[in-house]
Nanobody, 126 residues
């Protein structure tokens, strides 16, 4: 199992930016599809973004397209989520997740990811 540690969360005003980082303790990081999910109070965990093994494919939920960018640095075992033009509805705990292999459908479910970080709080004030 992969150990994942997120960082970069915090409090920001609407319209601001944050960059989340997630570092994995695994030798074969490049063999994992990496994803970001978020969970707001009283809501289910939802998919935010994912990136394939060699960054050849990225996918986003509709509500963050054009505002968030997922990227990875396989040499550093790290995946990033750059969040711009943040909105109060982006407030949630953000989780990094790892799946060994490729997703072919472009559909991502939390239940498919086997490893999770502890989460980092993102709060966007209006």
């Amino acid at each position: 199992q992969v150990q994942l540690v997120e960082s970069g969360g915090g409090l920001v005003q609407a319209g601001g930016s944050l960059r989340l980082s997630c570092t994995a303790s695994v030798r074969t990081f490049s063999a994992y599809t990496m994803g970001w999910f978020r969970q707001a109070p009283g809501k289910e965990r939802e998919f935010v973004a994912a990136i394939s093994l060699s960054s050849g494919r990225t996918d986003y939920t509709d509500s963050v397209k054009g505002r968030f960018t997922i990227s990875r640095d396989n040499a550093k075992n790290t995946v990033y989520l750059q969040m711009n033009s943040l909105k109060p509805e982006d407030t949630a705990v953000y989780y990094c997740a790892a799946y060994r292999g490729l997703f072919y459908s472009g559909t991502y479910s939390a239940s498919q990811f086997g490893s999770w970080g502890q989460g980092t709080q993102v709060t966007v004030s209006s």
